[in-house]
């Protein structure tokens, strides 16, 4: 059995009590934040470099947004894209450099967030914002993390050129054991589901939380790399902010 912790965000509240038998899928936790942020990859979604994909805006820094307004149009000779919100709120960033735009989300039901359990499994324990289910998944814990939850096949790159990544990574788990913020952005761009690492160069975590990087991208030690490397035919559910692995 594996004792598997996920750390609960502040104010989110309890829907498990400790004895319960959960399913995977089955919600643990929700949450309603006073302010939350939600970034729009406005490069990827158009698929444009982000110099480009900025000028597409049809909203401005401070502007308010509301569901379905529209954000940004791509126009071709052939075809047009449009790009509508998915959130109300109001524009606090739009990052030119990584062509992302980033929305403080207004109040109400749309903010509620819930954490569900990944696994089949027993409540072990509650405690201190945390709780601890008990599986018969073999789990590790990473050193570090950020992102939120993905589940993929491994995809094991030994080579971290990121000019021989391809359309291949798409929803896989890249298990890389160096990486840097060039290799990072293009795997998002390419959709992978994550990446599995044993270090980052020229950017740290604290740097990623701050770009809101969604995608899961969890750091472990040198032996729960090469024990990764071993099980690479297997799939794999990421945790990002609970530094947290799951072999499937």
Do not use: W
Not at 73 to 80: A, D, G, H, N
Not at 176 to 187: E, G, H, R
């Amino acid at each position: 059995m594996t004792l598997l912790p996920i750390l609960l965000p502040e104010g989110f509240s309890l829907k498990v009590s400790a004895g319960d038998k959960i399913a995977a899928g089955q919600v643990i936790a929700e949450g309603q934040g006073a302010v939350q942020e939600e970034t729009i990859h406005l490069a990827h979604e158009l698929k444009l470099v982000p110099p480009k994909a900025i000028k597409c805006l049809k909203k401005n820094l401070g502007d308010s947004v509301a569901i379905g307004d529209l954000l940004a149009v791509k126009k071709s000779l052939l075809s047009s894209k449009q790009l509508v919100s998915e959130f109300s709120g109001i524009i606090v960033k739009i990052d030119a450099e990584n062509g992302d735009v980033v929305i403080r989300v207004s109040g109400g039901a749309q903010n509620l967030k819930t954490i569900n359990s990944s696994v089949d499994g027993t409540v072990d324990s509650l405690d201190n914002g945390k709780v601890v289910l008990k599986t018969d998944k073999e789990a590790l814990m990473a050193t570090d993390g950020v992102g939120g939850e993905a589940e993929g096949e491994i995809e094991y790159l030994a080579d971290s050129d990121e000019t021989k990544l391809s359309a291949q990574v798409k929803g896989r788990i890249l298990l890389t054991k160096s990486i840097d913020k060039v290799y990072i952005f293009k795997t998002i761009g390419l959709e992978a589901a994550g990446i599995v690492t044993e270090s980052l160069e020229d950017i740290d975590f604290v740097d990623l939380e701050e770009k809101r990087v969604r995608m899961p991208i969890l750091e472990v030690s040198e032996e729960d790399f090469k024990k990764l490397v071993k099980e690479k035919q297997k799939k794999l559910y990421l945790f990002g902010r609970n530094k947290s692995i799951i072999l499937l």
